[in-house]
Structures are given as structure tokens and as C-alpha cells.
């Protein structure tokens, strides 16, 4: 080996490609003469094993000595890049990477430089063709995921920021918004160090991977071919790509569960709570259905994350809301949106992201990305109209803020077959998502079975109940064709006679729900020992002014802030004054009113 320094090489077609490389310290006794002749070797086993004889000599048994009197063919290897073994090489990013050999009648002659060493730039070279591309690249492939990754990224910023920010009351506008736009920085450098080896790493367990960020933070790593070693998927794009799509799904998942918890949870202890689920939790879920574990080689069905997104994140939500509490009385009688369009505006985002969730899933931008993506929307629509139809027969008014709890449950319902049913398939899914989870919302969930867990927006209806739903009915409806277009060996669902697979569908929801109703609690009740998981009820009476001390609509002249903020703090502390167990921060609303004014 050149220097001590280890590089390993993957064939294909007869290119010689770069799988891993890591370097060592160097050896100081070693010369440079016997680096290069090193060199020289290791680039002699190389090209013999790629299987190109033009590149060998003639006579293998020859020494280095001899080589000039032998008939070397006049080709480039894949290190060096000179077509005579016996001239000088050609510039490759602006450093020779080979030279002249000895002769005999100069032993003594350098293969290279002294203190020669191979840089980065060399290997690079030497994996990468001469425009800088590889053999395994697909760059419509490669541009087809990035694309889809960044819609996904924009139904977590800005399409679930806006969205919270305006279906919840005005006091509680930046928290919301906040608590979804820190959830998406702090996924992505968490999922880089560790999440995404443990989620698509090597297994470390049946139901988790290796954790580690080797291929996530080197160079190298991030240049290579995408592949998830335990699944042995391998796809024409890099590791990189691979690694930023699967990053904005585990950041949507985090920003899903904030939903149940808006309007009193402590902002520290969501800041904890961020990194300790998606570690504890998503990374167990995703490395068993989706990285190659127990439940992916059983052949449980989710396409694009029914099951380790949605009903992941809807049980992790609807606990947790049972731990940190509900919210004041007022604020659960009282939670009017303070923004409907800007709620809108965050719905439509999120429905045309969606066919970058689904559609992205294939790994590449073949005719089940097609399929994927229109399923989603027809599934959607239905949904959203069934839901709609709904609202007109027991409530005699269609509400938008209803229609856009359709349209979650519909994406969300389609979402684990989006790729596998046919066209009536994703209708009849629609049907369902679009009542079932109506019927949980508006009859059971008004019972006190549930009353009492107090789910600020509901997640735990229109994605628990949507996962769950949509997981069972793939295993119904998904067809032979569809599981065939996604490298899928599962003889379809039950309408293709394999009713086995509602089977194994049920035994992954139980699974997905069991983890979360376990580390969940245990998550929070831990972070509960070192910050308070709520915040106090004066914070909770003032709401953003109190926890980022920032208003959502600023519009105020000079003085009128100072009023406004006074007036608050006197209904705090009028509210203590009424025995309700608050805590009085000021005299009366006059006085408050005119510190104010002078000030």
C-alpha cells in the first residue's frame, strides 16, 4: 500500500470506482523511491483485476529493471494518465501523478518527486472520468430527487410554519411557527451525525443500524453511489442526495408531532425533545421498515412513510400531549385561527409538496414516480370532498378549516400504497381517509376517552388514524404490477389474492405504535426531571410576548406597544386576583396603563 495510506476499490465495467477511502498516518522511514515503486504496484494490481489486458505488460514476472525492454502497450490507466508507462504523464488537476520509470543504465532514477505523496484531488481523478462524472450517474435521476427533496423541505419551511402560524390563535403565532422552524435546522445536522447511518447504515440490530457519520461528513462519503447496505439498495445518484432526502422527512416527522403540542409546551424542553425522539424513536421505526430491518425483510408495505412518518408521529404526538398537559381552559375554548388565508397558503404547500414526498420514493424518475404522484392527488381530492360532504350533512355549513383536515387525511392515507394501487384503488382510499378519520375527530375524539388529552390540532386523528388506515388498506389494494415497478418481490395485497399482507401490515402499525407509546414517555418524562415540559400559566395568559418576548402582527405607533403589553400583564394579574392560582405581576390596569404612556 502507497504510504500507509488504505484505498479501497469497487469494479464495474471494467472502471475502477471509489468505495471507501481512509488515511493513515504516514510512514517517516519509508523513502520516497519505495512509495513510488509501491505505487506503481498497487496500480498494476488494480488494472489487472479491472480485466484490461491492454494495460498489462507483457512479461508480469519482469522487474522494474527490465521494463524498458519490454513492449509496454500504450494506454491510460486508471491512475495514471500517460499513455507510455515509459514518458511523463499528463497534468491532472494541475499535478503530474506519474513519472519516467528507472532504466538500466540509471537504476537509480525516481519514479516520483521526492516526498511525492498522492493527494485528493489525484484520487478524485482517478475515480471520476474526465468530465467529471461517473459511470453509475443518472443525472436525470440525481436532479428528479433533489427536486423532490426540496418540495419536501417546503412543506416543513414555510408550508407547516405558515400553517401553524395562522390556524392558531394570535398570541400563540411565532411559537408555533418557531417551534416548527427550529425543529427542521436542528434534524438536519442531528441526521448527519449520527440519525441517517442509524436509520440506513449497516444493522447494528434487527431494528436499528450502526450509528456514526462516516459516509454523512467526508467528502468522499458524500460523492460515492448512494447505497443502504442492508437493504441493498443501490441507486444512480450520490450519497449526498440519498442523505438530504431522507434528512427533510425526518424533519417533517418532528414538525408533525409540534402540532398536538401547541399553545403551552416549554420551548427548552422542545429543543431537547427534538433530538432525543429522532434518535431514540424515528431512527428504531425507520431502520426496521425501511433501512432493511426485521420488518422490512417480513415485506411490510410503506411506500413513502404511512407508517414510519405518519402514524409514527401521530401516536409520539397524542402521548405526549398526555404528558405535558393541556392547555388553559380559555385557550381550549377559545383557539379561533387568527389567519385562515396564511393557513391556506400552508395547506396548498403542503398538498404539492406531497408529490414530492411520494413521488420521490422510486429513487428515481421512472414511470412509478408517475403513478405515485397522481394517486396522491386523486386520493387527496376525494379525501377532501368526502370530508367536505361531511361537514354539509351534520354540521349544515362546508368549513375550509374541515377541507384542509380532508386533505391532510388524505395525503397521508395514500401515502404508504402511493405507487402500488391502481387509480380505483387510491379512490376507494380517498373514500375512507375522507370519513373514517372524520368520524374519529368529530364523534369519538369528542368523547371522554379522549377529551381529556388535549391534541391542539388534532394529530393524532388525521395522521395516526390516516397512517394506520391507509397502511392496512395498501396491504388490501396493492397490486402485483405496482409492487413489481418498485423492486418489490410481494405478490400484491389481498385483491390479488395475498390477503397474508393485511396481515404483516397490522403486525408493522402494532409495532410503529408500540415503540412510540414507549420511548415517548419515557423521552419526556426524563426531560421533565431537568426543564419543565410546560410552560407556567402567567407565560401561558401572555403567550409569544412572554416566551420570545416578539409579536406576529407588529402594527404599532408610537407608544401603542407599551399600552398593549401593559394591558396584558393587568389581565394576568386581575386573573390572580380571581383566585385562579396566577400570580399577580402589577397593580391595576390604570397605573399599568399610564407606566406605560410615560415610559
Not at 3 to 10: A, E, L, P, Q, T
Not at 52 to 61: D, F, L, V
Not at 87 to 94: K, M, N
Not at 362 to 372: L, M
Amino acid at each position: 500500500m502507497l504510504s500507509g495510506d488504505r484505498i479501497c476499490y469497487r469494479l464495474q465495467e471494467s472502471s475502477v470506482l471509489l468505495k471507501a477511502i481512509s488515511f493513515n498516518s504516514l510512514r517517516e522511514d519509508m523513502s520516497a523511491d519505495q512509495k513510488c515503486y509501491n505505487h506503481i504496484a498497487d496500480r498494476e494490481r488494480m488494472v489487472r483485476s479491472a480485466g484490461s489486458r491492454e494495460a498489462r505488460m507483457t512479461n508480469e514476472n519482469s522487474s522494474f529493471e527490465g521494463h524498458e525492454s519490454t513492449n509496454a502497450p500504450r494506454t491510460s490507466s486508471p491512475i495514471c494518465g500517460s499513455d507510455k508507462m515509459s514518458q511523463p504523464s499528463e497534468e491532472i488537476g494541475h499535478k503530474r501523478l506519474c513519472h519516467p520509470l528507472p532504466t538500466k543504465s540509471d537504476p537509480k532514477r525516481r519514479l516520483c518527486p521526492p516526498k511525492r505523496q498522492i493527494s485528493m484531488t489525484d484520487v478524485v481523478a482517478a475515480v471520476f472520468n474526465t468530465n467529471g462524472t461517473n459511470p453509475w450517474m443518472d443525472t436525470g435521476d440525481n436532479a428528479w430527487q433533489l427536486t423532490t427533496a426540496t418540495f419536501v423541505g417546503m412543506q416543513s419551511i414555510p408550508g407547516l410554519m405558515v400553517f401553524y402560524g395562522g390556524i392558531v390563535k394570535k398570541k400563540w403565532a411565532v411559537n408555533s411557527a418557531f417551534m416548527a422552524f427550529y425543529a427542521f435546522a436542528a434534524v438536519l445536522v442531528f441526521w448527519v451525525c449520527w440519525g441517517f447511518q442509524m436509520s440506513f447504515g449497516e444493522q447494528w440490530a434487527p431494528f436499528l443500524g450502526k450509528p456514526g457519520a462516516v459516509s454523512t461528513l467526508t467528502i468522499m462519503g458524500q460523492l460515492s453511489q448512494s447505497f443502504i447496505p442492508a437493504s441493498k439498495t443501490l441507486s444512480n445518484f450520490p450519497m449526498s442526495t440519498m442523505i438530504y432526502f431522507q434528512a427533510v422527512f425526518a424533519a417533517i416527522s418532528l414538525i408533525l408531532i409540534a402540532g398536538a403540542f401547541l399553545g403551552r409546551m416549554n420551548f427548552r424542553a422542545w429543543m431537547i425533545f427534538v433530538p432525543l425522539w429522532l434518535t431514540l424513536s424515528y431512527t428504531t421505526v425507520c431502520f426496521s421498515i425501511w433501512g432493511g430491518g426485521w420488518l422490512w425483510q417480513m415485506g411490510v408495505l410503506d411506500y413513502s412513510g404511512g407508517y414510519v412518518i405518519h402514524l409514527s408521529a401521530g401516536t409520539a404526538a397524542y402521548v405526549g400531549a398526555w404528558c405535558i398537559g393541556p392547555r388553559l381552559k380559555q385557550d381550549r375554548e377559545d383557539f379561533e385561527p387568527n389567519n385562515i388565508p396564511l393557513a391556506m397558503v400552508g395547506a396548498g404547500l403542503l398538498w404539492l409538496g406531497w408529490n414530492g414526498f411520494n413521488g420521490g420514493d422510486p429513487f428515481n424518475a421512472g414511470p412509478d414516480a408517475g403513478v405515485a404522484v397522481l394517486n396522491t392527488n386523486i386520493c387527496t381530492a376525494v379525501s377532501l370532498l368526502t370530508w367536505m360532504v361531511l361537514d354539509i350533512i351534520f354540521f349544515k355549513k362546508p368549513s375550509i378549516i374541515g377541507a384542509c383536515q380532508g386533505m391532510i387525511t388524505g395525503l397521508v392515507a395514500i401515502t404508504p400504497g402511493a405507487g402500488l394501487v391502481a387509480g380505483w384503488g387510491a379512490i376507494c382510499i380517498g373514500v375512507a381517509s375522507g370519513s373514517i378519520p372524520w368520524i374519529s375527530m368529530n364523534v369519538v375524539g369528542k368523547t371522554k376517552l379522549f377529551s381529556h388529552i388535549d391534541d391542539t390540532l388534532g394529530v393524532f386523528h388525521t395522521h395516526a388514524v390516516a397512517g394506520f388506515l391507509g397502511g392496512i388498506l395498501t396491504g388490501v389494494f396493492a397490486t402485483v404490477e405496482g409492487c413489481a415497478a418498485f423492486a418489490l418481490t410481494n405478490p400484491g395485497g389481498g385483491i390479488a389474492g395475498n390477503w397474508h399482507q393485511v396481515a404483516l401490515q397490522f403486525y408493522g402499525a402494532l409495532y410503529v405504535i408500540a415503540v412510540n407509546l414507549v420511548m415517548t414517555p419515557l423521552i419526556l418524562l426524563t426531560i421533565g426531571l431537568v426543564v419543565p415540559l410546560r410552560m407556567s400559566d402567567a407565560d401561558l395568559l401572555i403567550g409569544d410576548a412572554a416566551c420570545h418576548g416578539e409579536d406576529a402582527y407588529a402594527f404599532y405607533h408610537d407608544g401603542a406597544k407599551e399600552i398593549d403589553m401593559a394591558r396584558t400583564a393587568s389581565n394576568v394579574s386581575i386573573a390572580g386576583m380571581k383566585g385562579t392560582g396566577m400570580i399577580v405581576l402589577g397593580g391595576s390596569t390604570d397605573a399599568l396603563v399610564k407606566g406605560a404612556v410615560v415610559a
